[in-house]
C-alpha cells in the first residue's frame, strides 16, 4: 500500500559558497550582501505578507514545510525568522552552515524522518512568491492518480504553470496573468520512492522534461511569482500573458489565493 509524506522546502537567505557564485567572489561578499538591511527588510515584507500566509492557509495542512536559512545570519533576522514559525507546528526552521547548496538542501529534505512511508512528495518554493490555497490538496491528488499510471518505480514531476506575476520594478506595480510552457520553480514537485534521492532543486526547473515524466497542470491559477529588485535570476515570461482582464484577474486572486489586488499592489 502507498503512503505518500509531502514536504516543502524553500530557502531564506542560505548562505553558501556555491550559490550566488556567479555575482560574488568570496563568502563574506556574498553574506555582505544577503544580510544588508535594505535586502533583508525586502525578503521579510516578502515572506511575511505573501508566501507564509500562502503556506498557513492550505486548505489541507498535512505537509511539512522547511525554511532553510544560514547559521550565520545576524542575530535580529534569525530571531525574527523563529518567531515568525514558532507558532506553526508544520513550519521550522533549520539554520544550516555553508556547505555545498545542493547538499544542504537535500539535508533539508531528509531531516524529515522517512519510516512508515512509500513515497515523498517534494515541492519547493521561493520566499517571494506563493502558492494557492489547494496547491497541497491538488498535489497530493495528482500524485496519487499519478502513481497509479506509473509502469516504472522511476520519479516524475508535477509542474503549475498558471498564475500571476506581481511586477514591482518599473514604477507602479503591474500585476498580470500567465500560462508559462515550461515548468516554474513556483510549487514545482517531484514524487519520488522515499529513498531516491533526488529533490526539486536537482535541475534547473525548465529542464525537468528532459530528466523527469513531467505532468503539467493548468487547472487553476497556482503561483503568485513576485518581480523586485532583488531577484536572484531574470524572471521571464514563456508563454501566454496578459489575456485577463482587471476584474477576472481580482476574482480568481480572491477564489484561489484569498487575497486582493489591493494586497498585491502594497507589495
Known amino acids: 500500500m502507498r503512503k505518500l509524506n509531502t514536504i516543502g522546502l524553500l530557502r531564506f537567505s542560505v548562505l553558501t559558497p556555491t550559490y550566488y557564485s556567479e555575482r560574488f567572489k568570496t563568502l563574506e561578499e556574498t ?3 544577503i544580510f544588508s538591511r535594505e535586502r533583508m527588510e525586502l525578503r521579510f515584507h516578502l515572506f511575511e505578507s505573501l508566501c507564509l500566509p500562502s503556506l498557513v492557509r492550505q486548505t489541507d495542512p498535512d505537509f511539512t514545510m522547511i525554511v532553510l536559512t544560514a547559521e550565520a545570519m545576524p542575530d535580529q533576522y534569525l530571531e525574527r525568522l523563529l518567531d515568525l514559525l514558532e507558532p506553526l507546528p508544520n513550519i521550522h526552521c533549520q539554520p544550516v552552515g555553508t556547505e555545498n547548496h545542493y547538499k544542504l538542501l537535500q539535508t533539508g529534505y531528509n531531516s524529515v ?6 513515497h515523498r512528495i517534494l515541492f519547493r518554493l521561493d520566499d517571494d512568491d506563493a502558492v494557492d490555497i489547494n496547491f497541497v490538496k491538488r498535489t497530493k491528488r495528482l500524485a496519487h492518480g499519478m502513481l497509479k499510471l506509473q509502469t516504472t518505480r522511476d520519479p516524475f514531476v ?22 508559462e510552457r515550461a515548468p516554474l520553480s513556483t510549487g514545482t514537485t ?37 518581480i523586485h529588485g532583488d531577484n536572484k535570476s531574470s524572471p521571464a515570461q514563456m508563454g501566454l500573458t496578459h489575456k485577463m482582464n482587471a476584474e477576472d484577474i481580482a476574482n480568481d486572486l480572491l477564489t484561489h489565493f484569498q487575497v486582493s489586488l489591493d494586497d498585491l499592489r502594497k507589495l
Open 158 to 179: 508535477i509542474a503549475y504553470n498558471r498564475g500571476f506575476y506581481v511586477r514591482t520594478t518599473d514604477g507602479e506595480p503591474e500585476i498580470f496573468d500567465a500560462c
Open 190 to 226: 517531484l514524487v519520488a520512492p522515499v529513498h531516491h534521492g533526488a529533490n526539486p532543486y536537482r535541475f534547473n526547473h525548465r529542464h525537468f522534461p528532459q530528466y523527469f515524466n513531467t505532468y503539467t497542470d493548468i487547472s487553476v491559477p497556482s503561483f503568485i511569482r513576485t
Open 113 to 118: 524522518p522517512k519510516e512508515d512511508f512509500t
Open 31 to 33: 553574506a555582505a550582501h
